[in-house]
Nanobody, 112 residues
Framework: QVQVVESGGGFVQPGESLTLSCTAS?????MGWYRQAPGSGRELVAE???????NYDQSKKDRFSISRVNANNTVYLQILALKPDDTAVYYC?????????WGPGTRVVVSS
C-alpha cells in the first residue's frame, strides 16, 4: 500500500504562479497529476516516469511543468500564469508495479 498526499493548493489571483507538491510513502514508478474542474471529469495534466520522462496533455504544455525528486518520492507541478479555468481539484497518483494509488486532492481556486 502506498500513501499519497498532495499539498500546495489554495486561492490565487489570475496571472499568479503556484507549485503543487505530492509525496508518496514509498518508491514509485510513474507519478503524475490529474485535475477535476467543477462539473467536469478528471483529466490528465502531466506525468513523469522514475527516469524523468514526461508526458503532458497537449493543451497544458506551455504553462505546466512536472518534476520529481526520487530520493524523497515527491513530484511537483508548477503552474504559471494561472487562469480561472485552472480552478480544479488537483489529484496526484503514484504507480507501483501497475497499481495506482491516489491522493485525496488539493484544491486550486483562481479568482480575482
Amino acid at each position: 500500500q502506498v500513501q499519497v498526499v498532495e499539498s500546495g493548493g489554495g486561492f490565487v489571483q489570475p496571472g499568479e504562479s503556484l507549485t503543487l507538491s505530492c509525496t508518496a510513502s514509498g518508491n514509485s514508478n510513474d507519478m503524475g497529476w490529474y485535475r477535476q474542474a467543477p462539473g467536469s471529469g478528471r483529466e490528465l495534466v502531466a506525468e513523469i516516469s522514475r527516469l524523468g520522462n514526461t508526458n503532458y496533455d497537449q493543451s497544458k504544455k506551455d504553462r505546466f511543468s512536472i518534476s520529481r525528486v526520487n530520493a524523497n518520492n515527491t513530484v511537483y507541478l508548477q503552474i504559471l500564469a494561472l487562469k480561472p479555468d485552472d480552478t480544479a481539484v488537483y489529484y496526484c497518483y503514484a504507480n507501483r508495479d501497475g497499481q495506482f494509488y491516489w491522493g485525496p486532492g488539493t484544491r486550486v481556486v483562481v479568482s480575482s
